[in-house]
C-alpha cells in the first residue's frame, strides 16, 4: 500500500535502498576519500622518505621536491654550471705555487712533520670544509747511518805506505778502500733545498739494518726473469750483494727476490738508460744546468714487498690504533739491507766489474742497453773476484709513532654517497715539489674551488671527503690505516676514490682507472684547456692518447681500489722522454727544479687542479652517477683475451680446453646486463634533464626512487668482485680483477688470482680462480638486473 497523506511520518519503514537526498553526495564522499589518501600518501611519500635521508637540515624533508637536478627550478638558485664555472674561474698558478713553495720549505717525512698537518687542517677551514686530523700509530724507520765501499784485499807482497791510502779491517781481514761511495747529493747554489741542514739521508724505507761484506753481481733491473737468467747462467748469488739498477719494477720487489736467493744485501742505482733522450751522453746539460738527471742524484724509496701488503706491516688488515695487536713485519719487509746510490757513485763500482764474468749483452733483449757505456762501464755481470768486495753498512732507527692524515667534509644532502679526494702530503725529501707536494698544492686549489661555491650558496648533493695522507711513500700507510677504519662505511657509503700524486712532473697527461670512470675521466679532460695551446683550443684530452692503464699500485688508491672495492683513480701530468728528467725522490725534486724546468709558470698545476675539481663535481652533482657498467664488462673481455693469450704460450694445455669458456659467457651475460642497465639509467637521466613540471609531483617522487635505486647499483657494482678470503699468499688483496702484479707492484695485474695459477701451471689453480671469478662476475650481473 502507498503511503499516503494520513501515513504516520515517523512509522514509515523504507525497505527500499535510501535514495539520494540529493546528487552531489557521492562526489562529495568520493573527494573526501580522495582527499584523504592523497594526504596519506603526501605524508608517506615526502614526510617519511624525509626521515629516511641523512643529515638533520630541515629542508632535506623536502629533498624529493627540492631535488635535485638543475633544471628543477627549485634548485636553480645556483646550478650544476654555476658550480662548474667557480671551479673553472677560482683556481690560479699564484696560488699552486705559493702552497707549494710552503709544502717544500722543510723535511715533512712520514711522522716527521705535525706542523704541516696543522697548517694544513688551518687552511682548509679557512676555505670553508671542516676538517679534522686522524693520526694511527705505524711502526717505521728512520736513518741513523750509512755506509758503502769498494775494498779490495791487500797483497801481502807489496809494502805500501799506509799512510797513503785509506785502509780497512773487516774481521781478520784487511783491506785497501778503493772507493768509498759519498752516498750524497751535491749542494747545488741554485738549489736551496739540496743544501738544507736538515735535509734528509739517503736510504730505503724498509730496509733492514745490517753489515755486510761480500762479492756482488750486476743483476740488470732486479725482475724476477733477471735473478731466473742469472740462475740459469750459473752466476753464484747466494752469499753476494746485488748491484741493481732502478726501473721496471717497485724496488722492494728487487730487494725482495734477491733475499729469497740468499742474497745478503741490494746496492740500487739510477742509470741514465732510463732518461730517455735528455742525457748528458747525447748532449744536454745536466741539472741544474740544463734539462739532463744529475749525475749525483739518488732516488730513495721504500723497500716494502708493496704486492704482498700495503700499509703498516704489524696491522695487516686492521687499523693501527695505539694498543692494538702487533703482528711480525717481515711477511711484508726485507731482512736484509739494501741501499740507494747515484750514477755517479754506481761508476767505480760498475767499471770494477769490467772484465768479470759474462757480459750483460751476451744475455737476452731485457740485458741490453745500459746508460754509462760511454762513461767506459761494460757492463760485465761478475761476481767481483774474490779480493774485491763492498761493504754495505745501514743502520736504521725502527720505533712505532703517529702519523696524521688530514681529512676534510663537504656533507651532501645524500650522506650515503660519498666521493673522497686525496693526495698524500709526505715526501722523501725537503723539497717533493712534484712527489706528492704538486698534487697537494693542487688539492688545496680543489678545496678553495669548492669552499667558494659553498659561500656563493652551493648545496652539494653527494658527500665530498678530502683526504691529505701522511705515510704514503713508507707503504700507503695513512691511506690504507684509514680505509681500514672506516671500511664498514666507506663500503656503505663510497662512490669513488679520486687520487693525485705526482698532480705535475711534465706535460704528459696520464692516468689508471677502473672502467666505471672511464667515461668520466674522458668527458673532463675534455672539458679543460691544455697549458699547449700551439693549436689554439686544445683540451687535455686532445693532447693524450685516451689510454688509461689498468689499476696496479704505487699509490693511495690501492686500498680504496684492492681491499675495499671502490672504483677509484689516479692521474697526473707526467714527464715524457722528450721532458726535463724528473728527479723522483731526490733532494732535486725541488721548488727550483719545478719553477724552472718542470712546470714553468705553473699552468700544469692548475690544469690538473681544473681535471680533478670538474671530475668531482660531475660525481657529485649529476642526478645519475656518472658511472659507466659496460665499459666494465668490455675491460673484463679484453683482460680475459689477454690472460687467454698468456696461456697460450705459458699453459698450452689450459688454453686448449674450455676452462676460461664459461668465464667468457659470464662476462657476455655481465654485457648484456650493463647495456640494458646504463640505457635504462640514459633514459631516467633525459627525462630528469628535460624536466618534470611541479605539479606532476606523483611522477618526480616516482622518478626519485628509481634514481635512487639506480644509483645504489652503480655504488655497488664494483663491490661485486671482492673476494673475501683474497688472493693466494696476499690475503690481504681481496679484488679478483685488480691487483698489483705479484713481481712488479706498480704495474696493474688483471684477474691476478689466474693469471698467477697459469704462471704456476697450477690447473687446479686455474680452475678454482675461473669459478671464483665468475661467481663475482654473476653476482654482478645479478646486481644490476
Ligand atoms: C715542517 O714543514 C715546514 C713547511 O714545509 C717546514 O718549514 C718545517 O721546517 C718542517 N718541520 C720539521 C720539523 O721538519
Ligand atoms: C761491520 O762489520 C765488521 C766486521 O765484519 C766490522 O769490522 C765493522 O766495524 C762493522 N762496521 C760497522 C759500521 O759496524
Ligand atoms: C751450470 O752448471 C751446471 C752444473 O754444474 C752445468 O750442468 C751447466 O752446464 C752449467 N750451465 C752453464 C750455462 O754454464
Ligand atoms: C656533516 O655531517 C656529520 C654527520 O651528520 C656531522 O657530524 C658534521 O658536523 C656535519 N658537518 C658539517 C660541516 O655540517
Ligand atoms: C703541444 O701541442 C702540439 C700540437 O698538438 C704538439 O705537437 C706538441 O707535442 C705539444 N707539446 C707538448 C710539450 O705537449
Ligand atoms: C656507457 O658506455 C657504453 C660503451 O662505451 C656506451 O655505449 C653508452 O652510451 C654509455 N652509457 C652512458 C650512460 O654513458
Ligand atoms: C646478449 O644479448 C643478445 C641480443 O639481445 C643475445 O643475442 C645474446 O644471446 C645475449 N647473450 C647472453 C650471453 O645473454
Ligand atoms: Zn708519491
Same mark, same amino acid.
Given at each position: ?77 645556483? %646550478? ?34 705535525? @706542523? ?65 761511495? @759519498? ?85 740500487? $742505482? ?361 665499459? $666494465? ?13 698468456? %696461456? ?25 646486463? %650493463? ?6 639509467? #640514459? ?65 696493474? #695485474? ?19 680462480? %675461473? ?15
Amino acid at each position: 500500500m502507498p503511503p499516503n497523506e494520513q501515513t504516520p511520518l515517523i512509522q514509515t519503514v523504507l525497505i527500499s535502498p535510501p535514495r539520494p537526498r540529493y546528487t552531489h553526495s557521492t562526489i562529495r564522499r568520493f573527494c573526501t576519500i580522495a582527499l584523504g589518501t592523497t594526504l596519506v600518501v603526501i605524508v608517506i611519500l615526502f614526510l617519511i622518505p624525509g626521515r629516511w635521508l641523512p643529515g638533520n637540515r630541515s629542508e632535506s624533508e623536502w629533498a624529493p621536491l627540492r631535488h635535485p637536478w638543475s633544471s628543477w627550478p627549485e634548485r636553480a638558485q645556483f %646550478s650544476y654550471d654555476d658550480l662548474r664555472k667557480v671551479l673553472l674561474d677560482t683556481p690560479n698558478e699564484e696560488k699552486a705555487r705559493q702552497w707549494s713553495q710552503y709544502y717544500t720549505a722543510g723535511p715533512h717525512l712520514a711522522g716527521k712533520n705535525l @706542523s704541516q698537518a696543522i697548517w694544513t687542517r688551518e687552511k682548509w677551514q679557512e676555505f670553508g670544509v671542516q676538517s679534522s686530523i686522524v693520526d694511527y700509530d705505524i711502526y717505521i724507520n728512520y736513518p741513523v747511518g750509512h755506509r758503502l765501499a769498494l775494498l779490495e784485499k791487500k797483497s801481502k807482497s807489496k809494502t805500501e805506505s799506509a799512510e797513503e791510502e785509506q785502509e780497512d779491517v773487516i774481521g781478520m781481514m784487511k783491506y785497501k778502500v778503493k772507493y768509498e761511495c @759519498s752516498l750524497e747529493e751535491d749542494v747545488l747554489d741554485e738549489d736551496p733545498t739540496s743544501g738544507l741542514d736538515n735535509r734528509i739521508p739517503t736510504f730505503h724505507g724498509y730496509s733492514a739494518s745490517g753489515n755486510a761484506t761480500a762479492q756482488y753481481v750486476y743483476v740488470n733491473f732486479g725482475t724476477y726473469e733477471d735473478y731466473e737468467d742469472l740462475v740459469r747462467a750459473n752466476i753464484s748469488l747466494k752469499g753476494n750483494i746485488a748491484l741493481v739498477k732502478y726501473g721496471k719494477i717497485f724496488r722492494g720487489l728487487k730487494v725482495k727476490r734477491a733475499q729469497e736467493l740468499g742474497m745478503v744485501g741490494v746496492v740500487i $742505482y739510477t742509470d741514465p738508460q732510463e732518461d730517455g733522450e735528455m742525457t748528458e751522453e747525447n748532449g744536454y746539460k745536466t741539472y741544474p744546468n740544463g734539462p739532463a738527471r744529475n749525475p749525483s742524484s739518488v732516488q730513495r724509496g721504500s723497500t716494502q714487498f708493496l704486492s704482498v701488503a700495503p700499509g703498516d706491516p704489524t696491522t695487516p688488515g686492521y687499523p693501527s690504533k695505539p694498543g692494538v695487536p702487533r703482528q711480525d713485519p717481515h711477511h711484508s719487509i726485507p731482512s736484509i739491507p739494501s741501499l740507494p746510490i747515484s750514477y755517479k757513485d754506481a761508476l767505480p763500482l760498475l767499471k770494477a766489474l769490467n772484465g768479470h764474468g759474462p757480459k750483460a749483452s751476451d744475455f737476452n733483449k731485457y740485458w741490453q742497453g745500459g746508460g754509462l757505456g760511454y762513461k767506459g762501464v761494460q757492463y760485465n755481470i761478475g761476481p767481483s773476484p774474490s779480493g774485491l768486495v763492498l761493504n754495505l753498512v745501514n743502520e736504521q732507527e725502527y720505533i712505532t709513532t703517529p702519523l696524521w692524515n688530514v681529512i676534510g667534509i663537504i656533507n651532501g644532502t645524500l650522506q650515503d654517497e660519498v666521493i673522497v679526494l686525496g693526495n698524500h702530503r709526505d715526501a722523501w725529501i725537503a723539497g717533493g715539489a712534484g712527489d706528492p707536494n704538486s698534487g697537494s698544492a693542487c688539492l688545496n686549489e680543489v678545496i678553495r674551488s669548492f669552499g667558494e661555491a659553498l659561500k656563493q650558496g652551493w648545496k652539494p648533493l653527494r658527500t665530498i671527503v678530502f683526504a691529505s695522507w701522511d705515510g704514503e711513500e713508507y707503504g700507503l700507510i695513512g691511506s690504507t690505516e684509514w680505509v681500514e677504519e672506516y671500511i664498514p662505511w666507506l663500503s656503505k657509503s663510497a662512490v669513488a676514490y679520486l687520487n693525485l700524486d705526482a698532480g705535475t712532473r711534465g706535460p704528459n697527461f696520464d692516468a689508471a682507472a677502473s672502467p666505471l670512470l672511464n667515461k668520466a675521466l674522458y668527458e673532463a679532460t675534455s672539458l679543460i684547456q691544455s697549458p699547449n695551446q700551439t693549436i689554439p683550443g686544445q683540451t687535455v684530452r686532445d693532447l693524450w692518447d685516451g689510454h688509461i692503464r689498468t689499476m696496479g699500485s704505487g699509490s693511495d688508491f690501492t686500498a680504496f681500489q684492492d681491499f675495499a672495492g671502490i672504483p677509484s683513480l689516479d692521474m697526473g701530468f707526467a714527464s715524457g722522454p722528450d721532458s726535463p728528467v724528473y728527479h723522483y725522490h731526490s733532494n732535486y725534486d725541488s721548488f727550483a727544479w719545478m719553477d724552472k724546468f718542470g712546470d714553468v709558470g705553473w699552468h700544469y698545476h692548475v690544469a690538473i687542479t681544473k681535471v680533478w675539481a670538474v671530475l668531482a663535481a660531475a660525481l657529485v652533482e649529476t642526478p645519475i652517477i656518472a658511472l659507466n657498467a659496460t665499459d $666494465y664488462a668490455t675491460g673484463l673481455d679484453t683482460y680475459l683475451h689477454s690472460v687467454k693469450k698468456l %696461456s697460450t704460450t705459458a699453459f698450452p694445455s689450459v688454453a686448449d680446453s674450455p676452462i676460461l669458456d664459461s668465464l667468457e659467457s659470464a662476462i657476455a651475460r655481465l654485457y648484456n646486463a %650493463s647495456i640494458t642497465f646504463d640505457a635504462k639509467a #640514459a633514459d631516467l637521466a633525459d627525462i630528469i634533464n628535460s624536466g618534470v613540471p611541479w605539479w606532476r609531483w606523483w611522477r618526480k617522487a616516482q622518478l626519485y626512487y628509481q634514481v635512487r635505486q639506480v644509483n645504489d647499483r652503480y655504488k655497488y657494482l664494483e663491490r661485486n668482485f671482492l673476494h673475501k678470503e683474497g688472493l693466494d699468499g696476499r690475503s690481504w688483496f681481496k679484488h679478483v680483477v685488480f691487483a698489483p702484479g705479484l713481481w712488479t707492484g706498480y704495474a696493474g #695485474a688483471t684477474f691476478p688470482g689466474l693469471v698467477e695459477a697459469v704462471d704456476r701451471k697450477d690447473r687446479e689453480g686455474v680452475e678454482r680462480w %675461473s669459478k671464483i671469478i665468475e661467481k663475482n662476475i654473476d653476482d654482478a650481473t645479478e646486481s644490476l638486473k
